[in-house]
């Protein structure tokens, strides 16, 4: 198993951890849960970027990386911005359809690669930079959130039209792969 590898499995352990900071600071209400929360999502985040950043340059780019990678991404996300609809102490509190969009789209993806899959039996994953941007305006949006900054309805906005233009691509290419 390469360097990248091993950073994205890492996020996976970062995963509960996260979590278990976010649900402890809302049931005490203790700030060191809080920062541990915060720091562990950032380091979760940049692992992201430097996993990516390394298997490119240093041609270290693996299918098994191909598949963890977005995999670690959406189980961060997903129960990062699930988490944070259920409501978390005094931070602002990410509206629960926003959640159902965030979720609906990574199972029509999901749902949309294993179709492509079982029908054409070969499946071509290409990231899209819409996907790109969107998972990073999720990021940045879970992480202004976190730190508490004001109007977080901003990134939202954002983040809602990055979410549903790369959803789209994501449909188109993947009714160019059925078609071909």
Known sequence: MNLPNKITVGRFFA???FLLALIYYNRSGR???YFAALFIFALAAISDGL???IARSRNMKTKLGAVLDPIADKLLLNSAIILLAYGIGDLYQIPIWFAVLVVSRDLLIVGGALVIRWFKGD???KPCWWGKIAAVLQMGMVIW???KLPRPEIILTATIF???ASGISYLRDGVRQLEH
């Open 15 to 17: 995963i509960p951890l």
């Open 31 to 33: 700030q060191s849960f």
């Open 51 to 53: 996993d990516g950043y």
């Open 123 to 125: 499946l071509q994953v």
């Open 145 to 147: 959130v976190l730190i």
């Open 162 to 164: 990055f979410l549903i």
